[in-house]
């Protein structure tokens, strides 16, 4: 059992299948008598429509269906639903709903804003007949940016929110805050952009729509992040069809971080063009239609205060951010700038209070979403710059003033200023051993090197602090075959993480079967009842629990078979490694026998399981960053991570995802810019020609390790991984180059650091150095 | 993309005439600028005409003390040719620094310098060393050759052959890619000559690669980096976009010229 066991580095079960080009993505599905769709997309930021001839495209060789707004109100579809509401004001007032039709109604409030849909015999038809869709614009003025969209005489876009103000939302008690604040020692402030970002996962969003007249039923293949909350989305609120007339089902997938949980207005189109035209209706994106149409990330621009005593002690924070919404209310759109990550700004310090207020913008931009860590990394990002710079403000080493104030560990479990109760973490012992991994002893001598070398050697500290994995249940099913095959059915969705290697694990242990034996079935409503998707680090943690449990449930269910089986009391029976074996004795019987006498279909049984709050996953990046003084370009020479996951089932997998969420804050940090032109409002960085991700060159090999706390909430002991390493290295990295230019008076570099920024930032202090 | 007609001569004769029986066509050299183009729906060309079975525009000769390339000739293949790596290495590390290993396998040189794209790597090397472009038609020097953004001396009906590089004495490129496209944002290609030093500098210039005449005078008596120290590069005329702005870029000329002088030795 050893090799296999809950806490190995196994490689992972689904690689081979998928390096050897085994793999089965939504464009790799083949059905035949397909349709082609195409998307007319709005070209305006902002602008009313006149009118849309779709005569010519229906004329057109192979040109099924021509879909507009009208056919979509024929149908009775109904909007793409926000489930994030209701949500109140601070004042108390509910936010309005606004209503994202499928295709635009009457108005145009993004570029990429779908219009019409049209399908045809190919896909260079179905382009060709897009092209031919005459729509008549008026062109209204648009807004970008979320600060400009709430200043007086902004563009409208929405008479539900007068001045583009969605949500004025807070958190804490602003009150004491205040007190504290005025009657401080010091106070440090600092104002900073959290810049937007387009998810790019490798595989576009697409589906493939189909529809069966005779069982008047939908099915909607397509990459997703969890079957379940798609069909009910669209089930319930779009297509207002009873749920079991619409199977969801999702194959591998391709990366989803985040993005891709959500029902986008594609899918539905794509299941009435289905229905209307009786053929499948397939539709993938083109990259560049991922960037004007997949829910983007972040864009938050926030000052921060932290409020500190002669001590060094920090008291109260203060953030107040103005986040970007984009045009409509995506599926979680509001909850991502508020309860997702607002109990996070009080770090992992003990602030006597904390308060966080948040106003939420209608733009003219694609709407924001979850991006990996949603929520989370803008507030660690804010509270740990702040800390940093409060550190340089005082005078006092950045390392020490985090100790000075960390939560201590017999403090735990500790309640939060706003009022979340951590479980656990050693925040003081994580640090110390980055730090010593890290070498920071050396730091001084490899800086003094750099300088002879025309770079500027920068060390940045970052200790976050996230919650996962907290709210929703998961049901595991376990059906021990005749054939000795063991299936876990669970409504959790690999996009990528390797959640087979890892439940396998999790039952190998609990059922003593071999691991090759095991298999994990997702994605498909019609084969797993219920499910919560994959998001927020969640499915290891939750699911792994689930199936721990379901694997119990089913050691006693065969206990009474093996019980009869061996003529003794069920009570006398015991199971270890496999074999129920009456106690005191060498009768025994295996599981995989127990599963033949329960007959044809073999073994099962199922457990759900909901954890009664979040994990509290943490731990300290710590990033050494060089900048060329010449031209400005930064070059990270060291990376150090020591995170508490809590109990780790794969080392190997969590150290995957920690590197895949660095290199994601790195690209964050210094490579990806969103930019709109603020005055056509149109994408500038609408292809890889113009929007940098980050490259292997770019990402420097991490020291990863982990100093495991475990979870005292979970049964298991985890804690999460999967959206962290993109949580803490974005503070790490911008306190780096902070620390690289602090001596010429830098206080602040926003992100993305590029080269050009820093240059700049470079020259105006050489200038007034 | 649109539909169009496609041709694949198989000599350069045929080529030459069909594309002067056709008003729209399009010459297709190694594509990974056109084929994006086509699918993007940019172009709408009647005709593309595919040089890619004409094997007297492909292979790399030494000539009369320099290298000779055919215009056809892959990216990738300058950067491993033997041949160029001990004539003009400075010429074969320009190509290895060209889009990625895709791009360097399909890519041609001739598809380059004829699409000149002002970020592209390849009219700084022909411009610092030099070189002379052969045609379907005649011989054009590179000074001559280039004639601003996505414009050349070629006449509609005119097809690059080759182009002789001549053998420097010292040489070097130093690129500063773009952050996203990997392009040149800035390029400065030094090569110390038999007819002089020549300093080319590509990705900058608003109407394409040019020749940096003043830093030019100034290595022509003092080859070393420290001979541009006093002179300034004037942003007027340089490119400015999200990625950098001209006064950023005319930094940039500066410190990628000294850089390359002191990789030239």
Redesign the interface.
């Known amino acids: 059992m050893g090799r296999f066991a809950v806490g190995q580095p196994l490689r992972r079960k689904e690689d081979e299948r998928l390096v050897t080009g085994g793999g089965s993505y939504t464009d790799d599905l083949q059905v035949a008598g397909a349709l082609h769709a195409a998307f007319v997309r709005s070209p305006h930021a902002h602008a009313d429509i006149l009118a849309i001839d779709t005569a010519t495209a229906r004329a057109m060789p192979g040109v099924a269906a021509v879909l507009t707004a009208a056919d979509c109100d024929a149908a009775g579809l109904g909007p793409l639903p926000c489930r994030a509401l209701p949500r109140h004001n601070r004042d108390g007032r509910p936010m309005p709903a606004t209503e994202r039709p499928v295709l635009a109604r009457r108005r145009v409030r993004h570029v990429g804003d779908p219009v019409a849909l049209v399908v045809a015999e190919t896909m260079?038809q179905a382009?060709?007949a897009a092209?031919a869709v005459e729509v008549t614009y008026a062109p209204r003025p648009a807004v970008t940016d979320p600060v400009a969209a709430l200043r007086p005489g902004a563009p409208e876009l929405w008479p539900e929110a007068p001045g583009n103000l969605a949500l004025d939302w807070e958190a804490g008690d602003a009150a004491a805050v205040d007190r504290l604040l005025a009657a401080a020692h010091h106070v440090t402030r600092v104002e900073l952009v959290n810049n937007r970002v387009v998810p790019n996962p490798l595989e576009p969003r697409g589906c493939i729509a189909t529809y069966d007249a005779a069982t008047q039923s939908y099915t909607l293949r397509t990459g997703g992040q969890g079957v379940h909350s798609m069909q009910s989305v669209l089930a319930d609120e779009v297509l207002k069809v009873p749920k079991e007339r619409l199977r969801v089902v999702q194959a591998d997938v391709g990366g989803g971080f985040g993005m891709k949980i959500f029902v986008f207005p594609e899918y539905p189109g794509c299941l009435l063009a289905a229905r209307l035209t009786g053929r499948p209706v397939r539709w993938i994106a083109e990259r560049?239609e991922s960037f004007l149409s997949d829910s983007h990330g972040r864009d938050h621009v926030t000052t921060v205060e932290i409020a500190t005593d002669a001590d060094g002690r920090m008291i109260a924070l203060r953030a107040s951010a103005v986040a970007n919404l984009g045009a409509y209310l995506s599926q979680f759109g509001p909850f991502i700038p508020t309860d997702a990550g607002a109990k996070m700004y009080a770090g992992v310090y003990r602030f006597a209070a904390v308060h966080f207020q948040v106003r939420l913008a209608y733009t003219n931009t694609v709407p924001l979403d979850a991006y990996r860590g949603a929520g989370r990394p803008e507030a660690a990002y804010a509270v740990e710059r702040a800390v940093d710079a409060t550190a340089r403000e005082l005078g006092l080493d950045p390392a020490e003033l985090r100790r000075r104030n960390f939560i201590p560990p017999e403090a735990m479990p500790y309640r939060t200023a706003l009022q979340t109760t951590y479980d656990s973490g050693e925040f003081a012992r994580l640090l110390d051993a980055a730090l010593e991994r890290a070498d920071v002893a050396g730091f001084a001598a490899r800086k003094a090197a750099a300088r002879r070398l025309g770079r500027l050697l920068g060390l940045g500290i970052a200790y976050y602090v996230e919650q996962c994995a907290g709210g929703a249940d998961e049901t595991a099913r376990i059906v021990v075959g005749g054939d000795g095959k063991v299936r876990l059915f669970i409504g959790t969705q690999s996009n990528g993480q390797g959640h087979a290697t890892a439940y396998a694990q999790i039952l190998a242990d609990a059922l003593g079967v071999p691991f090759a034996d095991i298999e994990t079935i997702q994605g498909d409503t019609a084969l797993i009842p219920t499910g919560r998707g994959t998001g927020g680090s969640r499915s290891v943690p939750v699911g792994g629990v689930a199936a721990q449990r379901a694997a119990t449930a089913l050691i006693d269910k065969g206990k009474v078979l093996a019980a009869e089986a061996l003529e003794a009391a069920a009570a006398d029976v015991a199971f270890a490694d496999g074999v129920y074996r009456v106690l005191g004795t060498d009768r025994e019987i295996g599981l995989v026998a127990v599963a033949r006498l329960a007959g044809p279909d073999g073994l099962d049984a199922a457990a759900a399981w909901q954890p009664a709050i979040a994990t509290f996953p943490n731990g300290c990046h710590v990033c050494e960053i060089s900048i060329d003084a010449?031209?400005g370009v930064p070059r990270i020479e060291r990376y150090t991570v020591v995170d508490d996951f809590g109990t780790v089932i794969n080392p190997l997998l969590v150290e995957g995802q920690v590197h895949g969420g660095v290199g994601q804050g790195i690209g964050q940090a210094l490579?990806e810019?969103t930019?709109y032109d603020p005055a056509s409002g149109q994408l500038?960085?609408g292809s890889?020609?113009?929007?940098?991700?980050p490259r292997a060159a770019g990402v420097p090999a991490i020291d990863f390790s982990m100093i495991p706390v475990p979870c005292r909430t979970n049964p298991m002991g985890m804690k999460g991984a999967g959206e962290a390493g993109a949580i803490g290295a974005p503070p790490a990295v911008i306190n780096g180059l902070v620390d690289a230019l602090a001596h010429l008076g830098v206080r602040h570099v926003d992100m993305p650091a590029?080269?050009?920024r820093l240059?700049?930032l470079l020259q105006a202090h050489r200038a007034t150095a | 993309?649109?539909?169009f007609a496609y041709h694949k001569p198989a000599s350069l004769a045929d080529a030459v005439k069909l594309l002067a029986d056709h008003e729209d066509a399009k010459l297709m050299a190694g594509g990974q600028t056109y084929i994006p183009t086509l699918k993007?729906?940019l172009a709408r060309p009647s005709d593309v005409i595919d040089l890619g079975a004409i094997a007297e525009l492909r292979g790399i000769t030494e000539e009369a003390g320099g290298v000779t390339i055919g215009a056809m000739t892959r990216h990738g293949e300058v950067a491993e040719s033997a041949v160029v790596r001990r004539v003009i290495p400075a010429l074969a590390a320009l190509a290895e620094l060209i889009g990625d290993p895709q791009v360097r396998n399909l890519g041609t040189l001739g598809g380059s310098i004829s699409n000149n794209d002002p970020a592209a790597d390849y009219p700084g090397a022909l411009l610092g060393l030099g070189a002379t472009v052969r045609t379907s038609k005649r011989q054009i020097p590179a000074d001559q050759f280039f004639t601003g953004m996505f414009e050349t001396a070629l006449e509609r009906d005119e097809i690059v052959k080759a182009v002789h590089f001549p053998r420097p004495e010292k040489a070097a490129y130093a690129k500063?890619p773009n952050?996203?496209?990997r392009y040149s944002m800035v390029g400065v290609f030094v090569a110390k000559t038999g007819g002089g030093v020549r300093v080319a500098v590509t990705g900058a210039g608003q109407s394409g690669a040019y020749r940096w005449t003043a830093a030019e005078q100034a290595l022509a008596g003092n080859w070393s980096p420290a001979a541009i120290d006093g002179l300034t590069v004037d942003p007027s005329g340089l490119n400015s976009d999200?990625?950098?702005?001209a006064d950023?870029r005319a930094?940039?000329v500066k410190?990628m010229a000294k850089r390359a002088l002191a990789a030239a030795g």
Do not use: G, K
């Open positions: 260079a382009r060709d092209e560049q010449e031209t490579y810019e930019v500038l960085t890889f020609m113009d929007y940098a991700m590029t080269p050009q240059w700049r | 993309m649109y539909d993007q729906r500063f952050p996203a496209s999200i990625h950098a702005s950023y930094h940039l410190v």
